[in-house]
């Protein structure tokens, strides 16, 4: 697949051949879209020897074929950053050193230089990633993380694999800069908002696309198909939508769709959820102790009057029982503001969440709801042992919860 422009030398006097025009296309290697590269190829219809063609696409694609693991990756961050620089200001004075017959047209040294100016970041974005496994502070290294420089170029469209390289490796360090919570836990919803907030949209399908890409494995079905059914509001989505599906399929999931049935015995509750100060929390959290789940809406108005029942059930149990049970709810509201005028209108007590419809791997998918109000009710293991418990204004509701904690 040929790149959407061709670039030029201009030659003269070069082996004592006249001055002419050599064409250099990019093309693209791989049928993966997130692990293309760029590949310069200069055109052989030229009066020029083989050997010296090589050696010019050779200097080229050093840009392209460069890694990360060919540079040491223990060298402090100051020694790492001066190899990069070196390695980017080298490329420049090798080509000028061994063609300096070469009148080389300013468009391309321009281009050039881009894919040099993106991979240098690029690298140092990736020395970051590989170095947060350790104590790695941020703030000791600034010009490492650029924010203002990745926000000027977000919104830029460059069709070429290294600069998307660069602006998907920043998203990932700026989203987990930005992350209230530890990284991994939750850390899709993380990554998909700050990517959607802060990119152009096709560098915010292409980013996204990578990370499920990337992370496959485990993500499981459902959280998969609702990436997809989100994804396809965007046209530029088709160009992955195939390929991530057939990924999908032939993927070994680590986690499995029956295993978030049933088991947080783990101490890890996989779907998305998010307290009144706007932290990314678990129901895991409150392990060791049964949980009555209320999931409910703003506009829900069943739900709503059903409110009143548990202020005066709370009334019935001794505060030892009180002790062994925890009333917590959670809203499926889009809105945040309808969601907590709410609980502030009705004065309702207890451990308050919300889980957006919207999100990622939301409560509704991950307790499989179809309706509200619905109530749930989870042993101190972490078993669901009731997953459509009756209602609060029940007359044998406080039977029912004191033979559970009793």
């Known amino acids: 697949m040929l790149f959407r422009f061709s670039l030029f030398f201009i030659i003269s006097s070069l082996i004592n051949i006249s001055s002419q025009d050599i064409k250099i296309n990019i093309e693209l290697e791989s049928i993966n879209p997130f692990k293309q590269k760029s590949l310069f190829v200069t055109d052989k219809n030229v009066n020029l020897p083989y050997s010296t063609i090589d050696s010019i696409n050779l200097i080229l694609n ?22 990069v620089y070196n390695f980017k200001e080298n490329q420049i004075d090798l080509l000028n050193e061994n063609f300096s017959n ?20 690029d690298l140092l974005s990736q020395y970051i990633i590989y170095n947060k496994k350790s104590n790695f502070k941020y703030d000791e290294i600034p010009y490492f993380l650029s924010e203002d420089l990745y926000l000027n170029y977000s919104h830029e469209n460059y069709d070429f694999p290294i600069f998307k390289d660069y602006i998907y490796h920043m998203t990932l360090l700026m989203a987990s800069r930005h992350n209230s919570i530890s990284p991994n836990k939750f850390f899709i919803n993380s990554f998909i908002d700050y990517a959607k907030n802060n990119l152009e949209e096709n560098l915010f399908v292409y980013c996204s696309s990578r990370f499920v890409y990337e992370h496959i494995e485990t993500i499981d079905d459902l959280l998969f198909k609702d990436f997809v059914n989100q994804m396809n509001n965007y046209k530029s989505f088709e160009f992955y939508k ?3 599906i057939e990924e999908n399929e032939k993927s070994i999931k680590t986690l499995t769709n029956n295993e978030y049935d049933d088991k947080f015995d783990k101490k ?109 009710v989870i042993d101190p293991s972490g078993k669901i042992t009731d997953s459509d418990a009756i209602r609060p204004g029940d007359p044998d509701i406080k039977e029912f919860l004191l033979k559970l904690i009793d």
Request: some cysteine.
């Open 62 to 83: 050093k840009v392209n074929t460069l890694e990360i693991s060919d540079f040491s990756l223990d060298q402090n961050p100051d020694q790492f950053e001066i190899s």
């Open 102 to 121: 070469l009148l080389i047209d300013n468009q391309f040294i321009s281009t050039w230089r881009l894919y040099l100016h993106f991979k240098y970041h």
């Open 242 to 244: 195939t390929f991530l």
């Open 268 to 376: 890890e509750f996989s779907f998305y959820l998010e307290d009144l100060n706007g932290n990314l929390r678990s129901l895991s959290e409150f392990y060791g102790k049964y949980l009555y789940v209320d999931l409910w809406a703003s506009w829900c108005g069943p739900c709503k009057k059903q409110f009143k029942y548990v202020k005066e059930l709370k009334k019935k149990f001794k505060r030892k029982q009180l002790k062994k049970i925890k009333f917590v709810y959670i809203s499926i509201d889009k809105d945040y503001s309808a969601w907590k005028e709410t609980i502030k209108k009705y004065d309702i007590e207890g451990e308050h969440f919300i889980s957006p419809a919207n999100k990622l791997n939301n409560a509704s998918d991950f307790f499989n709801i179809s309706s509200i109000p619905r109530y749930i």
